[in-house]
DNA sequence: CTATCTTATTAGAATATTCTAATATATAAA
DNA sequence: TTTATATATTAGAATATTCTAATAAGATAG
């Protein structure tokens, strides 16, 4: 069925982004402010926002007011599931490929 | 390390078309020629056949020619384990949205 | 209220992706 | 060899994505 293939990628869309990737594995394990985000990326607040928003849209992640800031956490933790086995792949195919592992 | 996500993100950008997702789909356990996958996904050869190379440019896939026939096959059969794990993602999802589930 | 801090939204230029149509190339068959 | 079959490549219009800069909006503190 073609409709769930657009909807499975869309979702990947989600992942084909390098700050959203960075994004998602700051929230693997804890909630985070979006302030704490901009922290740690050090991208700008209108980017992260931009792409929190993304990701809500997609419901990858949800977001709950805690006092002046807004924390986001993972929707389903699986994601991150799917996000460590495309690690694995990717670090046996820069294996492969002799490049530098180490800083994986 | 931000150059990680970016090779993350590059590999991933692969996921994020349907028409991609379904050849890995149909790759998931047998190799199989362009002219199958022409057949079974009903595209143009020429798009069929770009999307291959994007997936063989990124080492997604790999091909062997066999007499008349060009075989792909999936280059890591873990590409599989992550296009499943996010399938029940979106399974998960669809379900929480009181979505029709049946076609799954 | 008013000011401040936090987050979201908008606009738009630069860049990237996708599909179709046309053409090229490679192997095999006659 | 020519011809047919299978696959790849190219060009280009239509569409989508990404980032920066500017502005808006929501919540709290004073």
Redesign the pocket.
Known sequence: MKELYRLHAEMC?VF??P?RLEILNLLRDKEM???ELIEKTK?????I??????MKYQVIVT?N?K????YYKLTNPKIIKAFDIIREVLSEKLKKNGNIVKNL
């Open positions: 869309k084909s982004n700050t402010s979006v302030t991208l700008s607040q209108a980017n926002s931009q792409h929190l928003a993304i977001s007011r006092g002046k800031n807004i």
